[in-house]
Structure formats: C-alpha cells, structure tokens
C-alpha cells in the first residue's frame, strides 16, 4: 500500500513557533540520521539512478530535510512529518513495499513521528535534553509540569513528572533515569515537598534516593521562579489541549540499529 502523503492546512500546527522548530527541528533529524541511513542522506541523482524520476515525482531526504528546517520552512510539527513521510512514500514505490530497505525508511519514518510527539508534548524537555546533556531535567518549562508520585508493577512509588493524561492513564516520565511509563491514575499520589509518609522502600537504595535529590532541585528551581507549589488548575494534561501530531500510547517500536541488525539492509541500495 502506497502512503499517505496529502498535507493538511496548518493552521493550528503545533505550539511551537518557526523559531523554535528552526533549534529544534536538526536535533530530530540527527535522530532519524544513525548508522545504516546513508541511503536516505543525500538526493537521489539520474547518475545513480537514471529511471528514478520515472516513479518518483516528489524527491525527499535527510538532507533536504534539513536544508528546509534550517531555513524555517516548516510551519508546524506535522508540516514536517508530512514532508518526512516523502521518504517512506518513496521508498515504497521504487523499492516496494516488502522491501528490507523499506523496513529501514519505516524506522526512520517511525523515528520522526516519535521526535515531533515530543516536541509536542513539552518543547522546552525536547531542547533542553538535546542542548544541555548535564541536568536537563531539573529545567523548569514554560508550561508547569504536575509532580507525582507514580508506582510501577513490582518497583516502590517513584517522583515523575506528568506529560499527558488520556482518560485515567497518565504518560510520566521518571527522575532519575528519565524512563517513561503509562501509570493508572490510582497508582499516582500529588506529590510535595517531601515524599509522602509510609510510601519509602528500604529496597529502594541509591537510585531512589539520588531520584529523590533530583526531584528537589527541580522544586528548588521551581520556587526561584515563584512557581511552585504549581497552580494545578492551569496545568492541562489531556490529549485535546495538545496541538499537532498526537502522542498515542507507547508501542515497542524496532529502532533503526535493531532493522539493520535483524534484516541485513544493503545500505547502497537506492531508494
């Protein structure tokens, strides 16, 4: 089956502005750049590939990509997603769609989506990871991020920081290793300045403790700013409140390196 690849009027778009995607945009991209992309780096030329334009009548690649969000091109999140979509729409056309190279432009496609859910989500977490290696996470946003205390199957309640919220499942994202987690909302506890009585684990041990120690230099950066304890009635979690590409449930998606492991992709091929 051939992909989608009508574009729809960006109005809306995503809450980020041009100059934002123009930081953010090549951060994406390198993502979608790991070993085994090479096919996908540069425009296809009629040296290569003398029938290519035969089949292929809107040409796209990493680098055009690139060129095209350096030059703040890109209206909106899905604007670029729409663009990046070429590749795999592409790829299956002149490789097919059973193709192991089309496996590999799937990832990449798979890759972008998941980088503009981020953006979405919370564009100061997404530049703020790329840009500052060292304590991104105690950053505070321009939007305020609800604190909770959230509980996984077989592991002790651990400080998060609340994403989204669809019905009564909540997206966190954990201090400490920054993993993330669909959490039923029963499992969550409002968090505070310290952790609430009778939910410590002695088993916890160090990860907990410097997870903890994370969690209060977020708050104290917070309360530099003035904006702590955080207005919950300002802070909106659902889906509807969020713009542009939609972040569903995580799925196990193959990464890049996992398709060229598994499947052997002839980088030189063309696509």
Known sequence: AVVSTQSGHYGRGSKCCRVNLVKMLPFAIDRMSSNGTEAFQQPVTLDVAPNYFDFVHYPMDLKTLRDHAQAGKFMCTQHFLDEARWILHNCIIFNGGKSRLTALARTVYNVCTHEMQEINLCPDCFLNSCVSQKDWFIQPCKKDHRLVWAKLRGFPFWPAKVLQKQGQQI?????????????????????????????????????????????????????????????????????????????????TTSTISSVIKKKKVPTATLR
């Open 171 to 251: 997206d966190v994202r954990f201090f400490g290793q920054h993993e993330r987690a669909w959490v039923h909302e029963s499992n969550t506890l409002d968090i505070g300045d310290e952790p609430p009585s009778g939910h410590r684990n002695k088993e916890a041990g160090t990860n907990r403790a410097s997870s903890e120690d994370e969690m209060k230099r977020y708050i104290d950066n917070m309360k530099k700013l003035g904006r702590w304890p955080i207005d919950l009635s300002r802070i909106q979690e659902s889906l509807e409140d969020t713009d542009g590409v939609r972040s569903p449930k995580p799925e």
